[in-house]
């Protein structure tokens, strides 16, 4: 963190639940200040009636005052005005991931379009404990759908690829989240044993978030805090948040929650970093500190050969070019990884060229 950025983070409320209107409130904090917002806004479900179970007793559905709406006019100019204060608040590289049900996600996305954000991905976050269908007059639905965007085209969002391989047992993480609906221990009650909010979220739903899209340190703002999911979370990984909570009841389960929360220690808050933010080494480097010399044969993983030049390219037959360009051209291939295609001899052996980029690497941590 460099020294402007501390002075910025000084102005702002950190760690810290602010009441009022979610657009009032932006709107009142510095611009460029935040590195990721995680939104789940009102989904304006626009419920007709009440919804039972088999044995007639009542759904706890969502039919508080926050989620309803006039018209879907009156949404989408809710919609258009938070996130252009939201977007306000974002940092040239910054980003925001915006959870919605069918009943509002296409709506939500396109008026981040509209507003100049850059979609990412959307995700599908699929319930592997979703509610019946009591009706029985459509599909039960399982899934809701969560949309990731840079601030613009340009931003040089954090995505921390290696990580969520990591979580996903070394498999890429795809875009479809199979985990569980908030239920048991994680369920927050109220006083009279209800549940304290009817959308709480679970917490490896915000593990994965911010894991996958933010640093320690980080400031991570989610508008509509509710219980404060968001801000539990990103406490026991190192990040700041800040939240926005119109609602006292919501406020007062939050400060509770939040209360006991407790940081993991520095070398748990550490995670696989990608290897794209890893020193970039040209392969000109490794003939210049003679740790490959011109004229030194590689191979491919086929057996073709090509010759090291003084300059850091190579030829091989009547090709020349970089590592890329020559493997690329070898296997009449669009592009190549010259640094897992090539390999040199060594003692006897075929030693990859990606372990002396390793090893120039290591001297400069």
Partial sequence: MTTKTRKEAKKLPLNQILSGDCIKVMNG?????????????PYNLQLRGDLHRPDNSRVDAVDDAWDQFDSFKAYDRFTRDWLRAARRLLKPHGAIWVI?????????????????????????????????????????????????????????YTFNYEALKALNEGIQMRSDW????CTGHERLKDDKGD??????????????VLVGTTNPGDVVLDPFFGTGTTGAVARMLGRDYIGIEREAAYREVAER???KVRRFDKAALEVSASKRAE??????????????????????????????????????DD????????????????????????????DGRTVPIDILRQQIRAEMR
């Fill in 100 to 156: 919605g049900s069918y009943h509002n996600i296409f709506r939500v996305g396109a008026a981040m379009q509209n507003e100049g954000f850059w979609i990412l991905n959307d995700v599908v976050w699929r319930k592997s404990n979703p509610m019946p269908n009591f009706r029985g007059k459509r599909f039960t639905n399982a899934h809701e759908t969560l949309i990731w965007a840079s601030r613009a085209e340009a931003s040089r």
């Fill in 257 to 259: 929650r939040l209360a």
């Fill in 195 to 208: 549940k304290a909010h009817p959308t709480q979220k679970p917490e490896s739903l915000l593990h994965r």
């Fill in 279 to 316: 020193p970039r080494v040209p392969f000109g480097q490794l003939v210049e500190r003679g740790l490959l010399r011109p004229g030194e044969i590689l191979i491919s993983p086929r057996g073709k050969t090509a010759k090291v030049r003084a300059d850091g390219t190579l030829i091989a």
């Fill in 178 to 181: 199979v985990l569980p609906i």
């Fill in 319 to 346: 090709v020349r070019g970089s590592i890329h360009q020559v493997g690329a051209a070898l296997e009449s291939a669009p592009s190549c990884n010259g640094w897992t295609y090539w390999s040199f001899r060594q």
């Fill in 29 to 41: 904090l510095p611009a460029g200040s935040i590195d990721l917002i995680f939104a789940d806004p």
